[in-house]
T-cell receptor
Framework: SQTIHQWPATLVQPVGSPLSLECTVEGTSNPNLYWYRQAAGRGLQLLFYSVGIGQISSEVPQNLSASRPQDRQFILSSKKLLLSDSGFYLC????????????????FGPGTRLTVL | AQKVTQAQTEISVVEKEDVTLDCVYETRDTTYYLFWYKQPPSGELVFLIRRNSFDEQNEISGRYSWNFQKSTSSFNFTITASQVVDSAVYFCALSPRSNDYKLSFGAGTTVTVRA
């Protein structure tokens, strides 16, 4: 069966510090990968998605970046955190192929709660 | 552009009551997919259902049922005989065929079921 891991689970960082959040998926190959941010009391905002190693698409311009160094690894980074970066970060994956990415449901990880002070 | 509106921010019910969550969407695409996800207090979103824009059949799964009406661009979700374990945030989401990778979420409805 497939599983998705995220770490750390919680993180408190000072403004201006760097960030690295990691997401890994097990039990599937060549998944589509996604990073979302959920601000308090709000829905999810898609930040990045990736359809393959080294392929990253950004949905929202910001001081965050993403990388996919391996097939099932997705990393969210920042060189300098802002207060507005606080939130709940969720990684998700979906099956590529038949039905298309619009059709296939996404499976979410447990999330990382980031507080920037 | 796509938009999903969940007008109800919070709903509180007593156990065994029915609760209906509203979802209204906007899209110019003729082919699209609608989803409902549940986010329990643990934070991880759980997929509940997907609906194809060409399939307006209502669906029932246990105590959950969904009513898709294309004429009113609505995809409502009903929990029958609610239980405390149904307490969660529920998100409606839209994925248009023309923008394969973007799943647009509503703001979510927090459901609290009291014993």
């Amino acid at each position: 069966s497939q599983t998705i891991h995220q770490w750390p689970a919680t993180l408190v960082q000072p403004v201006g510090s760097p960030l690295s959040l990691e997401c890994t998926v097990e039990g599937t190959s060549n998944p589509n990968l996604y990073w979302y941010r959920q601000a308090a009391g709000r829905g999810l905002q898609l930040l990045f998605y990736s359809v393959g190693i080294g392929q990253i698409s950004s949905e929202v311009p910001q001081n965050l970046s993403a990388s996919r160094p391996q097939d099932r690894q997705f990393i969210l980074s920042s060189k300098k955190l802002l207060l507005s970066d606080s939130g709940f970060y969720l990684c998700a994956w979906s099956v590529p192929g038949a039905g298309g990415p619009a059709y296939n449901e996404q499976f979410f990880g447990p999330g990382t709660r980031l507080t920037v002070l | 552009a796509q938009k999903v509106t969940q007008a109800q921010t919070e709903i509180s019910v007593v156990e065994k009551e029915d609760v209906t969550l509203d979802c209204v969407y906007e899209t110019r695409d003729t082919t699209y997919y609608l989803f409902w996800y549940k986010q329990p207090p643990s934070g991880e979103l759980v997929f509940l259902i997907r609906r194809n824009s060409f399939d307006e059949q209502n669906e029932i799964s246990g105590r959950y049922s969904w009513n898709f009406q294309k004429s009113t661009s609505s995809f409502n979700f009903t929990i029958t005989a609610s239980q405390v374990v149904d307490s969660a945030v529920y998100f409606c989401a839209l994925s248009p065929r023309s923008n394969d990778y973007k799943l647009s979420f509503g703001a979510g409805t927090t459901v609290t079921v009291r014993a």
